[in-house]
């Protein structure tokens, strides 16, 4: 569940500096701090399943890169808003050209959220919009309990994916399909 710490707002270079003066796993929600509770195995386990499987895919056609949890990107300077998804894509055409010693100041293609039994149904819904609004052309928000993938378009309808189904790329990440029973596969 994400906590708020603090009352006061922070900007995004604020929040840099104090990222790098605590230990403490946090994001930055319309100038507020929100720290979050450390993953358990499932989501982590689930969450290394989804690197593995779409890193493969996205390496072996030079598509573009991959980004492990807890890569900052930076949403919006005003209301400052600094999210950290369990997963995310970026093309080669939206990738820039050098990586640089901040938080990422690009905005991802794909982003995946993998549920954890602290996180609330509110909580993730507003990470999803703030996805989209960003620009995020597909958000997956991986349930471990449920064994789904929900995929959230702007302007679309959700879909839902079960194990038995195949999740698709569709146009953003074009050419990939696994089985959602991949994900969780012991």
Same mark, same amino acid.
């Given at each position: ?5 603090e009352k006061r707002t922070y ?6 500096e104090l990222c790098h003066q ?78 640089? !010693?901040?938080? $990422?100041?690009?905005? *991802?293609?794909?982003?995946?959220? /993998?549920?954890?039994?602290? +996180? =609330? ?25 449920? !064994?789904?993938? $929900?995929?959230?378009? *702007?302007?679309?309808?959700?879909? /839902?994916?079960?194990?038995? +189904? =195949? ?20």
């Amino acid at each position: 569940m994400a906590v708020a710490t603090e009352k006061r707002t922070y900007t995004v270079d604020e929040f840099w500096e104090l990222c790098h003066q605590t230990d403490k796993r946090l994001e930055l929600v319309r100038g507020e701090l929100r720290e979050l509770a450390p993953a358990n195995e499932e989501h982590g386990y689930v969450t290394g399943q989804l690197f593995l499987v779409v890193t493969q895919f996205v390496k072996q056609r030079q598509l573009g890169f991959t980004f492990a949890a807890e890569t900052g990107f930076v949403l919006s300077e005003e209301p400052a808003t600094v999210r950290a998804p369990d997963f995310a894509y970026v093309s080669r055409d939206h990738a820039p050209e050098r990586w640089s !010693r901040h938080f $990422a100041r690009f905005i *991802p293609d794909v982003v995946a959220e /993998v549920i954890s039994p602290s +996180d =609330t149904y509110g909580e993730v819904a507003q990470k999803v919009q703030d996805w989209l609004e960003a620009g995020v052309r597909v958000v997956w928000v991986v349930d471990p309990v449920a !064994r789904t993938v $929900a995929v959230h378009r *702007p302007g679309a309808a959700v879909r /839902v994916y079960g194990e038995e +189904d =195949t999740l698709s790329g569709e146009d953003v990440l074009p050419g990939f399909a696994c089985k959602v029973s991949e994900i969780f596969a012991r």
